[in-house]
C-alpha cells in the first residue's frame, strides 16, 4: 500500500489516500503543539514512538473486541486505517484528577476520582474545544441516540482495559481523549489514535508524568519519557 495523495495535515498527523476508497495512511509527525496551538514544537522521535505505542494499544483493544480504525503498522511512522466519517466529539475519561478538571471545579491533581468521569468535547479548533454535554449532542445532532450510547458503552470499556493493561506496566491511566467515526459499512469504530500525546500517564509509584504534559508545561526529558512508555508496553 502506498501514500498518493495528501488529504489533510493536522497537528500531529498528516493522513493520505491509498488505492482503496475506504483506506487511509496515517503519518506520526514529530510536531507538538499545546494550549489550542500557542506552543509549538517538536520532539525527536515522536512520530515514530506514536505510531508503535498506537498500534500497541489499537491491537490490544482490537483484541478485546472493540473496533478500530487500526488495519496495521506500514513504515516506522505510518499506519494503515480504515477511513472514517469522524464524529465532532471529543470523550475524555479520567480516572485521577488532572489537567483541566483541576481548574474547573478547584480539585487537587492527583486525587483519585471515586468513579472514572466522561466528558464531551466538541470537536473545533476554531472554538477550543469547548465542553459539552449529552443535550447539546441531541440538539445540534452531533451524534443519533444509538450512536451515543454505543460511544459511552465503549468508552469505558476502553478505560477498563487499558487500566489493567497499563497497571501490569507500573502505570497510572490518568485521563485520555478518544475519537469515534463512521465506516463505510455505517459502523462505528475507535479512530484518532491512543498515545502519550492524548493521554495522561504516570509512573505508579514516583507519579513521574510520562506524556505530553512534559512538553505543554516545560519539565524536560520528553523523548525519554516516551520511550519509557513504549518500553514498558513492551516488556
Ligand atoms: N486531550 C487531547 N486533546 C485535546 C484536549 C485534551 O488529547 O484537545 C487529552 C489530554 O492529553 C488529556 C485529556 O485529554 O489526557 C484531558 O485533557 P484536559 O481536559 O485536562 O485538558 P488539557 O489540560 O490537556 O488542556
Redesign the pocket.
Known amino acids: 500500500m502506498e501514500k498518493l495523495k495528501m488529504i489533510y495535515e493536522g497537528k500531529a498527523k498528516k493522513v493520505y489516500e491509498t488505492g482503496k476508497e475506504d483506506q487511509i495512511i496515517i503519518e506520526y509527525k514529530d510536531d507538538a503543539t499545546a494550549f489550542d496551538g500557542e506552543k509549538k514544537g517538536q520532539i525527536v522521535g515522536k512520530g515514530r514512538l506514536n505510531a508503535e505505542i498506537t498500534t500497541i494499544f489499537f491491537d490490544l483493544l482490537a483484541e478485546q473486541g472493540i473496533p478500530t480504525h487500526h488495519i496495521s503498522k506500514l513504515g516506522e511512522r505510518e499506519i494503515l486505517a480504515r477511513k472514517l466519517d469522524i464524529i465532532l466529539i ?1 470523550v ?1 475519561i479520567r480516572n485521577i484528577v ?4 483541576t481548574k474547573r471545579l478547584g480539585l487537587a491533581e492527583g486525587s483519585e476520582l471515586k468513579e472514572p468521569i466522561l466528558e464531551f468535547y466538541y470537536k473545533s479548533d476554531e472554538l477550543g ?1 469547548p465542553l459539552i454535554n449529552e443535550y447539546h449532542i441531541r440538539a445540534e445532532e452531533l451524534a443519533t441516540e444509538e450512536e451515543l450510547a454505543e460511544i459511552k458503552g465503549l468508552s469505558f470499556k476502553i478505560n477498563s482495559i487499558l487500566v489493567d493493561f497499563l497497571a501490569d506496566k507500573g502505570i497510572d491511566l490518568v ?3 478518544l475519537e469515534f467515526g463512521k465506516g463505510s459499512d455505517d459502523k462505528l469504530y475507535l479512530g484518532d489514535e491512543i498515545s502519550p ?4 500517564l504516570w509512573d505508579s509509584k514516583s507519579k513521574k508524568k510520562l506524556d ?1 504534559d512534559r512538553f505543554r508545561r516545560d519539565l524536560g526529558e520528553v523523548e525519554s519519557a516516551y520511550q519509557e512508555i513504549l518500553k514498558r508496553l513492551k516488556e
Do not use: I, M
Not at 98 to 101: D, E, F
Not at 197 to 200: G, P, Q, V
Open positions: 471529543e475524555v488532572a489537567g483541566s478538571l474545544d485521563d485520555f481523549k500525546d492524548n493521554c495522561r505530553k
